[in-house]
């Protein structure tokens, strides 16, 4: 059988090229960044609070396998498929916030997305707000239901050269694992155009790091040792024409993201 055709997102400059790590699977996408300013209507705010990693159970201490941290991470991150484009998102409440990056939901042709589950279960989800100046959005679940919320831990704990996991769907792989070390803090990034306005996202307190992201790894998890989340994959660099992961990636900081996703709940 033929494989699909996977459409690059576009590349964006940061001294290399920094591109959007969205992947299109099987169509094509115009822009893998798009959308606008808070595009969509902030839907009410969720009955659950984000989980830090002080009060989770999955955080108490270091695990003894990177297997052991996979294993706990999976439940807690899912793939979004927006009809034209394929990212990953990171479950953060109990009752179904999954945070992800507005470059993600942003091809999405109305309101809804859906969803798949690392046990292979699929599901709907309804875009709550998206912040298209720090890439970041948040959609809810559809349906009653309880879930595995991923951990926050202390961006400002984390420090070169610790181990981390990348989790997510490159190329539309559900559920796929890499894992590296981080190789820098505090990158600044350019994402370049987001919208018709021609208005640029710029991503300061970046974490870099050389497990391998891809497209479809973008709204994915960033995790230590303890399965906690350290960032939001959002960006790789690329050189010439290589398109795919050089060992140069990028997250947005959990600290970040935990401020902005609050902000989009309520």
């Known amino acids: 059988m033929t494989a699909p055709a996977l459409i690059p997102a576009p590349r964006r400059r940061i001294g290399l090229r920094v591109a959007a790590v969205v992947a299109a699977i099987g169509l094509s996408v115009a822009s893998a960044v798009g959308g606008g300013y808070a595009a969509l209507e902030l839907r009410p705010q969720s009955t659950d609070t984000i989980v830090n990693a002080q009060n989770s159970a999955q955080s108490n201490g270091s695990t003894t396998s990177l297997a052991d941290v996979a294993a706990r991470v999976l439940p807690s991150v899912v793939s979004i498929s927006t009809g034209s484009a394929v990212g990953s998102g990171v479950i953060i409440t109990a009752d179904g916030a999954v945070l992800t990056n507005n470059h993600v939901v942003a091809t999405a042709r109305g309101t809804t997305v859906q969803v798949t589950f690392s046990d292979g279960r699929t599901g709907t989800a309804t875009i709550v707000g998206t912040d298209a100046s720090s890439d970041l959005a948040v959609i809810k679940l559809q349906g009653t239901g309880t879930y595995t919320p991923l951990a926050f831990a202390d961006s400002d704990q984390v420090h070169v050269g610790d181990t981390v996991l990348a989790v997510g769907s490159p190329l539309g792989l559900d559920s796929s694992v890499t894992s590296g070390i981080v190789s820098a803090l505090n990158r600044t990034i350019d994402e370049g155009q987001q919208n018709s306005r021609s208005v ?9 790091t050389d497990a391998a992201i891809n497209p479809g790894n973008s709204g994915g998890a ?3 040792t303890a399965g906690q989340l350290i960032g939001i994959n ?9 398109a795919g992961n050089i060992g140069v990636g990028f997250a947005i ?14």
């Open 200 to 208: 640029s996202t710029k991503i300061t307190g970046a974490i870099q």
């Open 222 to 224: 960033l995790v230590n």
């Open 234 to 242: 959002t960006a790789i660099a690329t050189s010439g024409e290589t």
């Open 253 to 266: 900081s959990s600290n970040t993201a935990k401020t902005v996703a609050q902000q989009l709940l309520n």
